[in-house]
């Protein structure tokens, strides 16, 4: 299932935002995120990648109101840096979760084979794997 047919099949309908929300730069995901939704951005972003680098690139997918819920995060003692007034204008949030009824077989339905590392690619840019895996055999 794709990325985007995925999230919005597990989410509710999205809701206009009262204030504008800043431009992301050219080219960068945020505003790729903020085309598909209309410029609205998202009302609710799953991390799970496990880089607390990325934190600050969940919330600034946000719409505001947003929630960012983190559950990749697992390691004791990462931390990232984020401007807390991106969180205080756009009245968002970011919620801990270390257990959800997510559907997280679906993200990731199979693993694909380390042989097969340029298959696993090509899905992941068509948009057919939402989170890809590699095992060595």
């Known amino acids: 299932?794709?990325?985007l047919a995925l999230l919005t099949a597990h989410g509710g309908p999205i809701e206009l935002a009262e204030f504008p929300l800043t431009t992301p730069a050219?080219?960068?995901?945020?505003?790729?995120?903020?085309?598909?939704t209309d410029g609205i951005g998202a009302d609710w972003v799953l991390e799970v990648v496990g880089v607390p680098g990325v934190?600050?690139?969940?919330?600034?997918f946000l719409n505001n109101g947003g929630t960012l819920i983190e559950v990749?995060?697992?390691g004791i003692g990462r931390t990232f840096e984020l401007d807390p007034s991106a969180l205080v204008y756009g009245n968002k949030s970011i919620r801990g979760v270390m257990l959800t009824r997510?559907?997280?077989?679906?993200?990731?339905?199979k693993p694909f084979h380390l042989a097969d590392v340029n298959d696993a690619f090509a899905a992941a840019d068509a948009g057919l794997v939402p989170r890809g895996a590699?095992?060595?055999r």
């Open 134 to 136: 590699l095992v060595p």
């Open 102 to 109: 997510f559907p997280f077989n679906r993200l990731m339905p």
């Open 72 to 74: 990749g995060n697992i």
């Open 55 to 60: 934190i600050p690139d969940g919330v600034g």
């Open 1 to 3: 299932m794709p990325k």
């Open 26 to 36: 050219p080219g960068t995901a945020a505003l790729k995120l903020r085309m598909a």
